[in-house]
């Protein structure tokens, strides 16, 4: 089963994007968007940055070190 996380766009901040991370390395995370055939890339230059990718116009983010998994807490910064 693959981990469900939510990535945040600063711009639409309560309109979180639920996807699944389908591979996880220090600067790439590949998900795919939940119950669709989406997938698409994020990245991040150093491993002390959040992950960030563009899809259909908006800007996500994704911090790993946070609890912003679906399975979890949501701290999320507001």
């Not at 669709?36 to 899809?55: A, M, Q, V």
């Not at 911090?63 to 979890?72: E, L, Q």
């Amino acid at each position: 089963m693959l981990e469900r996380v939510f990535l945040f766009d600063e711009h639409h901040p309560d309109e979180p994007l639920e996807a699944e991370v389908e591979e996880l390395s220090q600067t790439e995370l590949i998900a795919t968007v939940a119950n669709t055939h989406i997938k698409f890339r994020l990245l991040r230059s150093t491993p002390e940055l959040p992950f960030e990718g563009t899809l259909g116009g908006r800007d996500f983010v994704f911090n790993p070190t946070g609890t912003w998994f679906a399975s979890g807490g949501d701290d999320r910064p507001t």
